[in-house]
């Protein structure tokens, strides 16, 4: 089988069922239920339009969606297509952090990789919390001090309100200037962060400017 959804895609998807299945539970009017489902389908097509055929059977299943039981059976009928993240070695990880010399490597086990975007975990020892993000292909970690904030928050990278603590990293500056520091708030649980996303261009923006 084929695999060709990416974790957050599969999210995306998720969403809109969950639009359908509220649309029918709770609208009366069927023309107002038709046009969530017209709708919904329409960003699906859009996300998967590269796909060509083989992602037909998907827009006409979703249409089909009645309610949440069928919901539930039609995304687990998606989850064979879903393209997991590579599977790192504990070595792998520590070559990715090379100037962490506390790194503690989480249980690799503990992760589902199909529901990942990015592997991250928190180390209560260090205050660290530990990205690996894959960009275009090339995996890369990224390693930053970690507050968890007393109160909810936006996370930068699935832009869903929740958990949140400020994640920065030691930069260096420009000419002259010494090193700064560049962050954001982000998810404290990285696994729901990674349920939340539907798109890759926050993270890949956040990972960018700690860079620059
Ligand atoms: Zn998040």
Redesign the pocket.
């Known amino acids: 089988m084929e695999e060709f959804l990416h974790p957050h895609e599969y999210n995306f998807i998720k969403k809109q069922t969950k639009v359908i299945v509220d649309a029918q539970s709770t609208n009366k009017d069927q023309d107002v239920v038709h046009t969530v489902i017209t709708l919904a389908r329409e960003k699906v097509a859009q996300l998967v339009e590269g796909q060509g055929g083989k992602a037909l059977p998907l827009l006409d299943a979703l249409t089909d969606v009645k309610n949440a039981h069928e919901a539930d059976s039609f995304l687990l009928s998606l989850k064979p297509y879903v393209i997991p993240f590579p599977r790192v070695s504990e070595k792998k990880i520590e070559r990715l952090f090379p100037k962490e010399k506390k790194l503690k490597v989480p249980d690799l086990e503990q992760f589902d990789y199909h529901a990942l975007s990015y592997l991250g975990w928190y180390d209560l020892g260090t205050n660290k919390k530990y990205l690996v993000v894959n960009i275009e292909g090339r995996l890369m970690g990224v390693a930053g001090l970690y507050h968890p904030s007393s109160k909810q928050g936006l ?1 930068t ?2 832009h ?1 309100f929740g958990e949140v603590g400020l994640f920065t990293k030691k930069i260096k500056g420009r000419k002259n200037e010494s090193t700064i520091s560049r962050g954001n708030y ?2 404290k649980d990285s696994m ?2 990674n349920d ?1 996303m539907t798109s890759l261009d926050e993270l890949n923006a956040f990972i960018y400017r700690l860079h620059q």
Do not use: R
């Open positions: 996370c990278i699935c869903s982000v998810c729901v962060c939340n």
